[in-house]
């Protein structure tokens, strides 16, 4: 119960991780709002989740490539909650192709919605949050190293990694906290662990094995509370040692 009474704002929090994240902080004791971006089921199975363990939780859509769409949620993230301690980034695309595959479009989509729909959703929080607040931004180990077909969203994270350090620095002052969840591979929607890519990929990885969602949220929880007081502007890598 570190994280007590807190408001918790989880963007792409109806599916995979960020639902996984939104459980978590509210099973820690915060109030939690998550976004999504059209699986209106999915995000109502997140906040009815939520409600029957005991917890408070709300859902709104919101686009994260749209600028005026994400600041939309962000306020009725706010409004709901009646502020936010806890920003947590996690929505996000991936469009895999090889660089003689990839098109204006695929980068557009992923720069939108990976960076731009962070940058313009932590502005839009900043009205709202205290000092001591948090922000966790769900980057991925494709920042720091290359997998095939990965080019563009491997610099998406790069870029998502290169934003919390220097908001680190920006908001010290504030007393804010900034820092980066660095996921290898985990089993999602995106990135199914029965799939012929995943085992390809498990191969590369020391402990055999796709992670779970709930292995992030741990990280996320662990950001987001009091032990984590003297933590920000680093990068925290949860991949069963794939990127050692
Ligand atoms: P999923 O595809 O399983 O879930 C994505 C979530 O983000 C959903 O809640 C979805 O909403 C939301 N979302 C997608 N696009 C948008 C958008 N344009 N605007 C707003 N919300 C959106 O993904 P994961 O849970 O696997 O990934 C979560 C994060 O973790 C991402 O940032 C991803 O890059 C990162 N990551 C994942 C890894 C993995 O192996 N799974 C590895 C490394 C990093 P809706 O349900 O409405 O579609």
Redo the contacts with the bound molecule.
Sequence with gaps: MSIQGRKALV?????????AIAKRLAADGATVAI?????KA??DATVAAIESAGGTAYAFQ????DPSSQRSGVAQAAAALGGIDILVH?????EFSVVTEDSDETFDRQFG??VK?LHVGTRAALPHLAGGARIIL?G???GEKAFPATSVYSATKAAVAALARGWAKDLAPRGILVNTVQ????D????PADSEFAQQMIGAIPLGRYGR?EEIAGAVAFFAGPDASYITGTTLNIDGGASA
Excluded: L
């Design positions: 963007t792409g929090g109806s599916r995979g991780i960020g639902a976004t999504y971006a059209g699986n999915a995000a919101a686009e994260a490539a996690n929505a996000g695309v991936a919605v990976n729909g769900i991925s180990i494709s996921p290898g591979p985990i999602t929607d995106m990135n969602v």
